[in-house]
């Protein structure tokens, strides 16, 4: 599909912005939620690896991630700007940098995983399924220790379909059990990795 560029980067706009407005919905479904990523990560992370399994060429793919990513960002911000009454817009940058290079190394991952070599198509999915991991490991100790007051049961499930989703796709079962022990390795860095950026957000932010 790629071979149609416009047609493509179009497709890359419209799911990105698309599940960047869902997850303001999603994320308003409990009563608390992190900064911008909120529950709801996989609504971020799927949709650049997907587009990217469905480019042929390596750097489209990278590009078309980065594009869908960064609309993501612009869906939440359309959606958060007629909804709620105050926002900090300065969070938003960060969230672009995050977004130009996370999108763009999703999408290649996921051109990645189109590869016939179980081990490559084991990293490709195991990469998005760790950063889903570690906000679903986050998500439901929130969930377990408030009693389901804090975490609506709904986020649980999307992001556990999502993950699944991302697994099913994965060819082989070999290369499934591959997957899931790289997001099992990935996911103790993902989540230092999960701290810096939310600290950057509240840098950002002003609130410090």
Do not use: K
């Not at 060819?171 to 499934?176: K, L």
């Amino acid at each position: 599909m790629d071979q149609h560029l416009g047609l493509f980067l179009a497709l890359s706009v419209g799911a990105g912005f698309g599940c960047g407005a869902l997850a303001v919905f999603v994320d308003g479904l409990s009563s608390e939620g992190l900064p911008f990523l909120e529950w709801s990560v996989g609504l971020y992370v799927t949709p650049p690896f997907l587009i990217g399994w469905m480019a042929v060429r390596s750097r489209t793919a990278a590009i078309a991630g980065s594009v869908t990513y960064l609309s993501a960002v612009l869906g939440h911000l359309a959606i958060t700007h007629l909804t709620a009454d105050d926002y900090n817009m300065r969070e938003y940058w960060v969230w672009v940098l995050v977004g130009f290079i996370t999108g763009a190394l999703l999408g290649f991952l996921g051109n990645r995983f189109r590869s016939h070599v179980p081990g490559v198509r084991a990293f490709a999915a195991g990469f998005p399924l760790g950063l889903i991991a570690v906000f679903l490991w986050v998500s439901v100790r929130a969930y377990v220790r408030s009693g389901g007051e804090d975490i609506h049961l709904g986020v649980l499930l999307l992001e556990g379909v999502l993950a699944l989703l991302l697994l099913a796709l994965c060819r082989g079962w070999a290369a499934r059990g591959v997957a899931l022990v790289w997001a099992a390795v990935l996911s103790i860095p993902f989540a230092f990795g999960m701290l810096s950026v939310f600290s950057l957000v509240w840098f950002a932010s002003g609130d410090y």
